[in-house]
């Protein structure tokens, strides 16, 4: 069973801090790494993606994989009371078949 | 460019019935994927669909299925609904390879079974 691991949460910032969320996954030939968000009855919505080692940042966010230890995480930083939302990590094994973790829930507080 | 569109937003079924989901990719994508969402599981994969051929299957009863047309519009489909088939419905499209362009999900349907 491939599993995705994230902590539920929640993770509380105060706005303008730096929030960090990880995820590890156990499936060691997983080559793409995504993380979506999701507000609250709403469809998740792609915020990055990485397929190398290493960082990958866009704007106010950075993804980082380190494939070695399994393990990817977001930054985001400047945190708004906007980014506030779950924040789901899904790592692709085949096809266009993702296995999603149960997602961290960030509360940004002004 | 349109995003991916899902019909009905909403569905309120009974035990037993069975209800048929549509999806409209993003124009030229040729995959389509759908995934369940609940509390209780989260976000779990149902299939996918690649030039109208069944590329990958999750780990879902027979009674969940599809198919794709050669317009690339997919449509799922439950029979004998339960109670714990309520959940969000997610579609995404590709235009392949997720390597080539990460998946983007659509609005969702809602499903109620009571």
């Known amino acids: 069973q491939k599993e995705v691991e994230q902590n539920s949460g929640p993770l509380s910032v105060p706005e303008g801090a730096i929030a960090s969320l990880n995820c590890t996954y156990s499936?060691?030939?997983?080559?793409?790494f995504f993380w979506y968000r999701q507000y609250s009855g709403k469809s998740p919505e792609l915020i990055m993606f990485?397929?190398?080692?290493g960082d990958k940042e866009d704007g106010r966010f950075t993804a980082q994989l380190n494939k070695a230890s399994q393990y990817v995480s977001l930054l985001i930083r400047d945190s708004q009371p906007s980014d506030s939302a779950t924040y789901l990590c899904a790592v692709n094994n085949a096809g266009n078949m993702l296995t999603f973790g149960g997602g961290t829930r960030l509360m940004v507080k002004p | 460019k349109a995003g991916v569109t899902q019909t009905p937003r909403y569905l309120i079924k009974t035990r037993g019935q069975q209800v048929t989901l549509s999806c409209s990719p993003i124009?030229?994508?040729?995959?389509v994927s759908w995934y369940q969402q609940t509390p209780g599981q989260g976000l779990q994969f149902l299939f996918e669909y690649f030039s109208e051929t069944q590329r990958n299957k999750g780990n879902f009863p027979g009674r969940f299925s599809g198919r794709q047309f050669s317009n690339s519009r997919s449509e799922m489909n439950v029979s004998t609904l339960e109670l714990g088939d309520s959940a969000l419905y997610l579609c995404?499209?590709?235009?392949?390879?997720?390597?080539?362009?990460?998946?983007?999900f659509g609005n969702g349907t809602r499903l109620t079974v009571t």
């Open positions: 995404a499209s590709s235009p392949g390879r997720p390597e080539d362009s990460p998946l983007h």
């Open positions: 990485i397929y190398s080692n």
């Open positions: 124009s030229g994508h040729r995959s």
């Open positions: 499936d060691r030939g997983s080559q793409s």
